[in-house]
């Protein structure tokens, strides 16, 4: 799995949120074990998370769609649904995602915990913000970056807006 090093304007705004968590604890009168663990806290908490996510998704763009490992994660899933527009391609992942975050509430709501792994909710999570890149700094290159991810089978019939709300019904139907 690719996890290129942080930018250095990642990790400076990083290393600052924890500085002045430490600044914050240490003018409130706390010990220097307290702004210690704030400063740790804020630098590598729940953030740390999120930037990690967004380091391995900017990996995955600079190698482009037509890498290897690219291809790889996200090929079944565009011979499942194929889908000619880049706007209708965002909708399917968004209806795909939601009716995966619900069948987890359901499952939990049911039995108490969810067994469904966590692979597709990634997965989805990753195209979800490489379509919304795509659509905010080259939405002309959709097409040419879907037919590169599906390049092993030249005859993929991509659908139509048309046919989007049936394959959006179909993955309401999957809950």
């Known amino acids: 799995m690719i996890s290129p090093p942080p930018t250095n304007r990642r990790l400076e705004r990083d290393l600052l949120r ?6 914050r604890v240490r003018a409130t009168g706390g010990s220097a074990l307290v702004a210690a663990l704030a400063h740790v806290e804020a ?10 996510f967004k380091d391995r998704v900017a990996a995955y763009v600079a190698l482009g769609a037509g890498h290897a490992e690219v291809r790889t994660r996200y090929r079944a899933l565009t011979e499942r649904h194929p889908v000619a527009t880049l706007g209708g391609a965002i909708a399917l992942i968004e209806r795909l995602r939601y009716a995966d975050i619900e069948a987890r509430d359901a499952a939990i709501r049911s039995w108490g915990h969810c067994s469904r792994p966590r692979f597709a909710l990634m997965i989805l999570d990753e195209l979800r913000l490489i379509l919304r890149v795509v659509r905010r700094w080259a939405p002309s290159r959709y097409t040419e970056f879907f037919s590169e991810i599906s390049a092993t089978d030249p005859g993929l019939r991509i659908a139509d807006d048309e046919t989007l709300g049936e394959i959006g019904n179909l993955a309401n139907s999957s809950r």
């Open 18 to 23: 924890g500085r002045q968590a430490a600044e």
């Open 43 to 52: 630098t590598f908490g729940t953030a740390m998370g999120h930037a990690i």
